[in-house]
Each structure stands twice: as structure tokens, then as C-alpha cells.
T-cell receptor
Framework: QKEVEQNSGPLSVPEGAIASLNCTYSDRVSQSFFWYRQYSGKSPELIMSIYSNGDKEDGRFTAQLNKASQYVSLLIRDSQPSDSATYLCAVNVGDYGGSQGNLIFGKGTKLSVKP | DVKVTQSSRYLVKRTGEKVFLECVQDMDHENMFWYRQDPGLGLRLIYFSYDVKMKEKGDIPEGYSVSREKKERFSLILESASTNQTSMYLC?????????????FGEGSWLTVV
């Protein structure tokens, strides 16, 4: 059974601090990794995708991938109260006859940014 | 922008009723998915489809069926609704593109079975 693990939190950080969210996965052949943000009562929205080892930056967000360690993380710099949400890590697994497999989601880490 | 539309946002159904959840995407995506999301259990895949009239079971297909007669539309069917199917249902789509393979979600359908 392929799995994606995240700490459920809640992770609480003060406004302006760096929030660090972590995720490990079990499928060694996975090539695509995603971070989604989900506000309460809303559907998940994509904030970052990463496909290669190393760091990928987009504004205040940095995704980090280490395939050897099967580890992916998300850093949020200058955290704002509006960043308070649940962050879902997703990993692409499998490949069915030319399709692209499926995303397996972690259960999410709840982030709270205190003013 | 990608648009995934779930026609029913909030539904209340009785035990034993047949329930249809409809999903339409406007980006010509080949792949479509149905997930359910429950507190403490996260997002779980019910069914997916990678082409018209094609379907594959996900992790929790029991009690559900799907229909994909047209590329843009993917329907989830609860043959006989039960209270343990009370949940938030999320439809999603993604292109068959090995470079950009992001999955996009609809706004969700909240189903309560009483």
C-alpha cells in the first residue's frame, strides 16, 4: 500500500515567521509531487508542484524534494494569518497504460499563523 | 483557467435513495477522478477514468459506480445511499501531459444521508 505521511499538527507559528511542513512517501518510483492548500469548507488548491531534486521557489513558497530520502517539504516565508489552512502533500503513483496514475494524498498538516 | 464544476454543492438524501453527483470540466482533460474527504481520513480515491467509457476502481469503490459517456463529464452514482456515505465529494481532472500533470479540483459536493 503506497502511503504519504504528514504530521497532522496543528503547527502554530507567529506572523512573519517561517513555517516548515514536511511529508514522506513510500513509493520509490514516484516522479511528481504537489502541495495543496485547503481552507476550511473549501476544495484543495494547488500551490506548488516539484519534479526534480532540490528546491523550487515561488514567491513566499519553497518546495524541497529529496528523492533518495523520499522526502518533500514546503517552506512558507513571512507567514501571514491568511496562510492559516490545512496543507496537503500529494504524490503521483502508478501509470496505467499511458495515463498518469493517481495522486495519493497525505492527511494534511493544519497550519495556524498567529497575528 | 481550468474549470471543474460540480453541479450540486449541498445535498440531503434519505437512506436507500439513488444519488447522482455530476462533474463537468471545460479543459478537454483525459483523466477525471472522484474523491471523498472525511475528517481524520483525508482524501480517498473512489474511482477514476482516463478515457471516455473507461473507469478504474480507486481505494474505496464499494457502494459507488461511475459513468463517463462524454469526455467532459464524469458522474458518481450511489446506488443505495447509506449514512456512512455522508461526506464531502470532490471531483478532479488532469490532462494526459507528462510535463504538466497537475490535478484540478471542483468546489466539492457536501452530501448528507439521513
Amino acid at each position: 500500500q503506497k502511503e504519504v505521511e504528514q504530521n497532522s499538527g496543528p503547527l502554530s507559528v507567529p506572523e512573519g515567521a517561517i513555517a516548515s511542513l514536511n511529508c514522506t512517501y513510500s513509493d520509490r518510483v514516484s516522479q511528481s509531487f504537489f502541495w495543496y492548500r485547503q481552507y476550511s469548507g473549501k476544495s484543495p488548491e494547488l500551490i506548488m508542484s516539484i519534479y526534480s531534486n532540490g528546491d523550487k521557489e515561488d514567491g513566499r513558497f519553497t518546495a524541497q524534494l529529496n528523492k533518495a530520502s523520499q522526502y518533500v517539504s514546503l517552506l512558507i516565508r513571512d507567514s501571514q494569518p491568511s496562510d492559516s489552512a490545512t496543507y496537503l502533500c500529494a504524490v503521483n503513483v502508478g501509470d496505467y497504460g499511458g495515463s498518469q496514475g493517481n495522486l495519493i494524498f497525505g492527511k494534511g498538516t493544519k497550519l495556524s499563523v498567529k497575528p | 483557467d481550468v474549470k471543474v464544476t460540480q453541479s450540486s454543492r449541498y445535498l440531503v438524501k434519505r437512506t436507500g435513495e439513488k444519488v447522482f453527483l455530476e462533474c463537468v470540466q471545460d479543459m478537454d482533460h483525459e483523466n477525471m477522478f472522484w474523491y471523498r474527504q472525511d475528517p481524520g481520513l483525508g482524501l480517498r480515491l473512489i474511482y477514476f477514468s482516463y478515457d471516455v467509457k473507461m473507469k478504474e476502481k480507486g481505494d474505496i469503490p464499494e457502494g459507488y459506480s461511475v459513468s463517463r459517456e462524454k469526455k467532459e463529464r464524469f458522474s458518481l452514482i450511489l446506488e443505495s445511499a447509506s449514512t456512512n456515505q455522508t461526506s464531502m465529494y470532490l471531483c478532479a481532472s488532469r490532462p494526459r501531459d507528462r510535463v504538466v500533470n497537475t490535478i484540478y479540483f471542483g468546489e466539492g459536493s457536501w452530501l448528507t444521508v439521513v
